[in-house]
């Protein structure tokens, strides 16, 4: 097929480089940033993150082919910051807000191991009219205790 092999969706090749930064030379204070090997997941959060910043004017994202492994981002602020300097403090924020995320994700399923004993996510699920198990949640269905996850199992054991 036309489709490239899925390696070189997001392997660098030598003397590629990941960020291309082009100043607009038609919109003051603009640029257009060239992300090689990533796709609309990364540009999207980009996008975001850059909206939320108040001299920010506009910030927009494409994909212009589904085939090549690139977006764009257009930046435009209003002067006071460059847009190279406005994509570092962006991606720096997304940096810290990704690490707080993976941070909580991974307190909450430590509390798994805590919980081993009474309701909440301890235990197999046994309940009316249920085998041992049958409940991959835990929900223990009518008139059975809601016991959860069981000795071995992770969220991933469905």
């Not at 980009?46 to 910043?53: E, G, K, T, V």
């Not at 994509?87 to 399923?109: N, V, Y």
């Amino acid at each position: 097929m036309n489709a490239p092999s899925r390696y070189e969706l997001f392997v660098l090749d030598e003397g590629e480089k990941a960020v291309e930064i082009t100043d607009d030379t038609k919109i003051p204070n603009a640029a257009t940033v060239k992300i090689l090997k990533q796709d609309h997941t990364l540009g999207n959060m980009i996008r975001a993150q850059l909206l939320a910043n108040p001299t920010v004017l506009f910030a927009g994202y494409k994909v212009p082919h589904p085939l090549h492994p690139y977006f764009l981002i257009k930046i435009q602020t209003d002067g006071t910051t460059t847009p190279t300097d406005v994509l570092q403090q962006a991606c720096t924020k997304l940096i810290g807000t990704l690490s707080t995320l993976e941070a909580k994700f991974k307190r909450e399923f430590s509390f798994k191991d805590a919980e081993s004993g009474g309701g909440g996510m301890g235990g197999m699920a046994t309940g009316a009219g249920m085998g041992t198990g049958d409940d991959p949640y835990g929900g223990g269905g009518a008139g059975g205790g809601a016991q959860g996850w069981g000795g071995g199992r992770d969220y991933l054991d469905f």
